[in-house]
């Protein structure tokens, strides 16, 4: 088991920990710690570097979540470091914090747009400093856009905190504003649900990696939307 540095602290970009599982065929280790994202919600995994200082330098190609494992698959050619060392962990910070900034604009997106005209998320996706997401939102038209975009940028100044929070599930199943995220689609199992907040607009269950405050964010563009049919729109934004 892995436990998410990343889920309590999105800052963390440097860390330590125990190798607990290296899978030679595939190239992978599973440590017993890592500020690393594994992926997941729309955000893509972190990329870096592991090393076994002054012996081996093994770049992060890839992270992935395996049921309570995080793999992290290595790439270069040194030999794969043994159970029970320590390996020194390094995020590729620009990178993620990009996508830090990203993932809180769209959160800013969908609160706004809930806000304004109670349209639902139904998906998205991002990549460094832009992303896409899809509401039920008939209304949604051209002449709409400039009046969201507008929105959305005086929410992201308006410098709202962004708490992070893990819950008990019946705690969180209690939450109105978690309810229309879906929250009840959530697997049985699962025991602790992790809430991010952006004080005053927008509460979900979401398990990715969020700026601080929403001042962090910066300028939010909406360069296009699309029609998926009469009701599923997508609109697409970028950050300045
Ligand atoms: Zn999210």
């Known amino acids: 088991m892995t436990e998410l540095l990343y ?23 599973v440590l017993d710690q890592t500020a690393f994202y594994p992926g997941g919600g729309g955000q893509p995994n ?13 770049p992060v190609m890839k992270v992935k979540k395996q049921g309570s494992d995080v793999l992290h698959f ?18 590729d910070w620009d990178k993620r914090y990009l996508l830090m900034r990203t993932h809180t604009a769209m959160h800013v997106l969908c609160g706004t747009v809930f806000r304004d005209y109670g349209a639902l998320v139904t998906g998205g996706n991002m990549e460094p400093g832009k992303g896409r997401m899809d509401f039920e ?18 929410e992201a100044q308006a410098d709202y905190d962004v708490r992070v929070k893990i819950l008990p599930r ?13 929250i009840n689609l959530l697997p049985e199992g699962i025991t602790e649900v992790r809430t991010v ?11 990715g990696t969020h700026v601080k405050n929403t001042s962090e964010v910066g300028q939010i ?13 997508r609109i697409y934004i970028e950050l300045a």
Do not use: C, W
């Open 74 to 91: 290595l790439g270069g050619e040194d030999s794969l470091p043994q159970v029970g060392m320590q390996l020194h962990g390094q995020i």
């Open 7 to 29: 889920q309590t602290d999105s800052y963390l970009n440097e860390f330590d920990a125990a190798v607990t599982a290296v899978d030679a065929e595939t190239r992978t280790v």
């Open 170 to 182: 019946e705690e969180a199943f209690q939450i109105p504003d978690l309810i229309r995220t879906k």
């Open 46 to 58: 972190d990329t870096g570097q592991l090393t076994l200082p002054g012996i081996a330098d093994y």
């Open 197 to 207: 907040e952006i004080v005053g607009l927008d509460l979900q269950a979401d398990g």
């Open 137 to 154: 939102f008939e209304r949604l038209q051209g002449e709409l856009v400039g009046e969201i975009e507008a929105a959305v940028n005086k």
């Open 221 to 233: 563009k909406i360069v296009n939307y699309k029609s998926k049919g009469a009701i599923n729109k």
